[in-house]
């Protein structure tokens, strides 16, 4: 369930009674972030608490923190530029959308079919081979 913020509730009226009629005074916009912020953190709690050392916690909460807020942090000192980059999908809107709907099928055809699995192994033992396995958090 998410979070409730003060004045969600709240009728925002102007003193003549009669309600503003834009779209963003009748629809209070603001990012919900607990379907992807809550099991993300659970695992993150849940290898912190279930690691040897405080040490090795604390660094998984801190990166994840830091994954979590950077992007955040950078659009907001960037905003004017993210503007200029984000142009280019906006432009090509259509094609982003179908290139990530043909992705989503592709993985839904390759869980179905078991590649996805053999492909995982794959990378696993690839990892493996090369040393990143070992150096991940």
């Known amino acids: 369930m998410a979070a409730r913020a003060p004045g969600d509730q709240a009728d925002h009226r102007p003193p003549g009674g009669r309600p503003r009629r834009g779209a963003a005074a009748r629809h209070r916009v603001r990012p919900r972030l607990d379907p992807c912020l809550g099991p993300t953190l ?45 142009s280019f999908l906006r432009r090509h809107a259509r094609s982003v959308t179908r290139f990530g ?15 996805w699995t053999e492909m995982m192994g794959w990378l696993r033992s690839w990892l493996a081979a090369t040393g990143f396995a070992e150096t991940a958090l």
Not at 101 to 115: I, K, M
């Open 42 to 86: 659970s695992a993150v709690y849940s290898l912190a608490f279930s690691e040897a050392t405080a040490t090795r916690g604390a660094l998984l909460s801190v990166a994840y923190c830091i994954g979590l807020g950077v992007p955040f942090v950078l659009v907001a000192l960037g905003a004017r530029w993210a503007v200029g980059a984000t």
């Open 101 to 115: 709907g043909a992705v989503l099928v592709l993985v839904g055809l390759l869980l179905l079919t078991g590649a």
